[in-house]
């Protein structure tokens, strides 16, 4: 049995060094230069692991691309067909080349292994969070310690606008959101029509907004500035309209802003249920 | 041969199938209405909400209703308002009420001073079990809640377009356009009856309980 190894070993050799070396140049820089500015960016502490975890990805990705690249390079020059030359004739079949097959699959292996390890590591809602929602009661290892003195936040999702409730601030409830930097907060997503998702991009929270329902996601911002918010569930006609722009402002600012929300919205607030978690849950109001 | 044939009558039937669509799409898209300008940086656009849109193809479903110029009522949710103006809004409002799921739209936004007129009455609310519609605009922070006629009315109107001698409501406020931009609004009353919970049908097609705006 003609083996692999045994007709095209110095061929894969060469390939071999060019790829480690190729890869070696071209992974850190990828980390080190392009990982900083992957989204969602660094605005919260959930999205600076989500920023992080795409730098991996992309690191991990790089030598499988710089392999192809190698390889479909090294064919080209030295494979071509020279004018002049002798027609290229294909090579006896490749079959039962232990090592090969040894090598793929161990390759493979590792790799398709440490990703699958480290997605589920990166994904176990614990202080690093993964910014998804939690359910009602998340489990012990999925609350963050500064939970106890989290700024709750209530996200009602409704076809097509986002509001926003804040049970520490009276039970205001706001079209805008703002929210206070380095302070932990406790969203309570939830929907009192359809099912929708509220994506707070920046902050890297993407928690489902379900009718009867509350989804808890924990996220502290650590940058001021602006975050893009939408709607990941595909929700009716508006469904493309259904974002705003909520902002990551100082201590001071926010408490500025929060009085006088509840201030421009007492005319509504009077009109309130109680606060809960889950928004109206019945449909108490309806047509026809 | 055969094959060739065989793909030709496909690609024409395809083609036929996207033509008719498009073409579908364009003819049932209700038309774009100018609001009547009164004036160096102000118009007026009126308004009507009526329980039954009265024609065909869907008799039965609530919908709004837009005055030209010469008057008469249009079937569009399709406004062309002039930039950085004041838009004067005079809406009749036909239907009875049905309420707002969420009772933050009760509240009128982003008519300057926050108020309404219903009726002559100065108003920044109103109860929010009482809404028939709302005419709110989200991206120009616009909302205003119209309030329902009475169910123990003794002249409701059957279908529209309405005029005055049935049971209505005058609900009368000002806005700012901002930039020039296309902007969408709608209705956030749960308000198409025999439609799950009241969103479906009329809540989820342009021209009737939503449409465009267009500020050039």
Not at chain 1, 16 to 37: E, K, M, Q, R
Request: net charge negative; glycine share 10%; proline share 7%.
């Amino acid at each position: 049995m003609i083996g692999l190894w045994n007709r095209a070993g110095p061929l894969i050799r060469r390939l071999i060094v060019i790829w480690l070396v190729v890869s070696a140049i071209t992974s850190p820089i990828l980390y080190f230069l392009l990982g900083p500015h992957l989204p969602p960016f660094g605005m919260s502490d959930v999205s600076g692991f989500q920023a992080f975890d795409n730098a991996v990805m992309v690191s991990i990705v790089d030598p499988v691309i710089v392999f192809l690249v190698v390889f479909f390079g090294y064919a080209l020059v030295n494979f071509r067909h020279h004018r002049g030359s002798a027609a290229l004739e294909d090579g006896p079949p490749l079959r039962g080349d232990g090592r090969t097959i040894a090598l793929w699959i161990t390759v493979t292996g590792l790799m398709v292994g440490f990703l699958a390890g480290w997605g589920s590591y990166e994904l176990w809602p614990g202080e690093h969070g993964a910014g998804g929602g939690q359910a009602p009661n998340p489990i012990t290892l999925a609350v963050p310690a500064s939970a106890s003195t989290a700024l709750q936040v209530q996200v009602i999702g409704e076809q097509w606008a986002w509001t926003f409730r804040f049970p520490a601030y009276g039970g205001v409830e706001t079209t805008d959101l703002e929210l206070p930097v380095n302070q932990t907060i406790e969203f309570h997503v939830t929907s009192i029509d359809v099912i929708h998702s509220f994506w707070a991009y920046e902050l890297g929270v993407k928690a489902d907004a379900v009718p009867g329902t509350e989804n808890i996601a924990f996220v502290e911002p650590l940058q001021t500035g602006g975050f893009s918010i939408r709607c990941a569930e595909l929700c009716g006609l508006w469904h493309g309209h259904m974002s705003t722009t909520g902002h990551v402002v100082s201590n001071s600012a926010f408490q500025t802003w929060i009085t006088g929300q509840e201030a421009q919205w007492a005319p509504a607030t009077k009109q309130l249920d109680p606060y809960s978690p889950v928004y109206h849950e019945q449909p108490e109001y309806r047509a026809g | 041969m055969k094959k060739v044939v065989g793909v030709a009558v496909g690609l024409a039937v395809a083609v036929a199938l996207v033509v008719f669509y498009i073409v579908d799409w364009v003819l049932v898209s209700p038309p774009i209405a100018t609001a009547s300008s009164t004036g160096t940086q102000t118009a007026n656009l009126v308004l009507q909400t009526v329980a039954a849109y009265g024609s065909a193809p869907n008799p039965d479903w609530v919908s709004y209703f837009e005055q030209d110029a010469q008057g008469q009522w249009e079937h569009t949710t399709f406004f062309t308002l002039p930039a950085h103006s004041v838009i004067n809004v005079t809406i009749y409002q036909y239907d009875g009420a049905s309420g707002f799921r969420n009772p933050l739209w009760a509240q009128v936004r982003g008519t300057g001073d926050g108020t309404m007129g219903l009726n002559g009455k100065t108003m920044n609310a109103i109860n929010f079990a009482d809404a028939a519609h709302s005419f709110t605009i989200p991206d120009l922070g616009v909302s205003v809640p119209l309030q329902g006629v009475p169910a123990t009315g003794s002249n409701p109107c059957p279908a529209g377009p309405c005029d005055t001698s049935f049971d209505h409501n005058t609900i009368k406020f000002s806005f700012t356009t901002g930039a020039p931009g296309e902007y969408r609004w709608q209705c956030f009353v749960p308000c198409a009856a025999g439609t799950f919970q009241g969103w479906g049908g009329p809540m989820q097609t342009l021209g009737y309980m939503d449409g465009e705006i267009y500020v050039r």
